[in-house]
């Protein structure tokens, strides 16, 4: 992992357990994005809340850049909905059989299962933060992409969250 080059002008907060926490992206390290299927180019990715890095129990929160030529591949979550909210420069958001322009406020929101993608075409990088709910890590959301849904399928299968039917 790669820290964050951005520093700020005070210490890092330290909270007891079970207490409020302040998180700053500036000071949270870059995910390494190595072996995701469905990423390509040059893409920065930070957890800046979930259960590993602040307790959470039913929500997780991320900020990306998509630097030009970047995209993630159509994929899906099973076990949660999610949002992902613009902040700066563009790209292209997609869902369904629809593609949309997406800048600065703008929101998109993923129902559960719903296959989307993201991908920057533009000469400038696309910065946005993602959100999921209903789970307290990345790895809960149940990402998939087409390519991987045999093995994800197995393991949603085989999990306590499956129930017989």
């Not at 951005?6 to 890092?12: G, T, V």
């Amino acid at each position: 992992m790669t820290q964050s080059n951005n520093e700020l002008d005070r210490e890092k907060y330290d909270f007891p357990e079970g207490q409020l926490r302040l998180v700053n992206w500036r000071e949270v390290d870059l995910l390494d994005l190595g072996k995701i299927p469905g990423l390509h180019g040059k893409i920065d990715t930070q957890l800046i809340i979930g259960d590993e890095t602040a307790g959470a129990e039913g929500i997780v929160m991320g900020r990306a850049v998509f630097h030009p030529g970047a995209k993630h591949d159509p994929h899906s979550h099973a076990h949660s909905e999610e949002f992902v909210y613009c902040l700066s420069g563009k790209g292209i958001v997609g869902g369904g059989q629809r593609e949309y322009v997406f800048t600065p406020g703008d929101v998109q929101f993923i129902p559960k299962g719903e296959a989307h993608w993201l991908y920057n075409p533009y000469e400038e990088p696309v910065e946005f933060l993602w959100v999921y709910s209903g789970v307290s890590s990345v790895a809960d959301s149940g990402y998939f992409t087409p390519e991987s849904f045999d093995a994800q399928f197995d393991i949603i299968k085989n999990s306590k969250l499956h129930t017989k039917g």
